[in-house]
Antibody
């Protein structure tokens, strides 16, 4: 059974940092792309970043460029989202999700974690 | 970047009836479109990909169609459990969602 479990959320002041983790089980993250998607309170879904199966190709949305970094630890089968210079508008539930594609990225997300909440407030 | 516009914003339908949702893209991106269901307090669930392919375990009463810039998602024989927000998605862009309410 494929499962993704996020952790690392919390309350942080504007300008602060957090590192989110997405621990995968039932799959090898070196075979699938992993996405981060966020949802601000009462709002819709916003794609944040992807690390592709090869671990080398990484992309993120413009609003987090230069502030958020996606990475992976193959030995722990875990994907991370390092978030720096956090802003109030980054407050959201952050989900990690598995790409449907095997050794490719379709940008369809077929397995999701339950999410971790990030609050940015002074 | 493509913009996905979903309509209507809210749809109220009686059990057993059908619901039809629309997703319009600001530019054509062939058929690379997905539909997700999200219930309150839950993560989204993939229902449809490539515009018309049902994801694993999704009942046949959920269907999708369309290509280019106009896509449609249909739920037949609505059940109370189908009450949710439905999102369309193309690659890194999500639509604003349609809330389906069961009367």
């Amino acid at each position: 059974q494929v499962q993704l479990v996020e952790s690392g959320g919390g309350v942080v002041q504007p300008g602060g940092s957090l590192r989110l983790s997405c621990a995968a089980s039932g799959i090898d993250v070196t075979n699938f792309g992993i996405h981060w998607v966020r949802q601000a309170p009462g709002k819709g879904l916003e794609w944040v970043a992807i690390i592709r199966y090869d671990g080398r190709n990484k992309y993120n949305t413009d609003s987090v460029k230069g502030r958020f970094t996606i990475s992976r630890d193959n030995s722990k089968n875990t994907v991370y989202l390092q978030m720096n210079s956090l802003r109030p508008e980054d407050a959201a539930v952050y989900y990690c999700a598995k790409d449907l594609g095997f050794w490719t990225s379709y940008y369809y997300m077929d397995v999701w974690g339950k999410g971790t909440t990030v609050t940015v407030s002074s | 970047e493509v913009v996905l516009t979903q309509s209507p914003a809210t749809l109220s339908v009686s059990p057993g009836e059908s619901a039809t949702l629309s997703c319009r893209a600001s530019q054509s991106d062939n058929s690379d479109l997905a539909w997700y269901q999200q219930k309150p307090g839950q993560a989204p669930r993939l229902l449809i990909y490539d515009a018309s392919n049902r994801a694993t375990g999704i009942p046949a009463r959920f269907s999708g169609s369309g290509s280019g810039t106009d896509f449609t998602f249909t739920i037949n024989s609505l059940e109370p459990e189908d009450s949710a927000v439905y999102y369309c998605q193309q690659r890194t862009v999500f639509g604003g969602g349609t809330k389906v309410e069961i009367k």
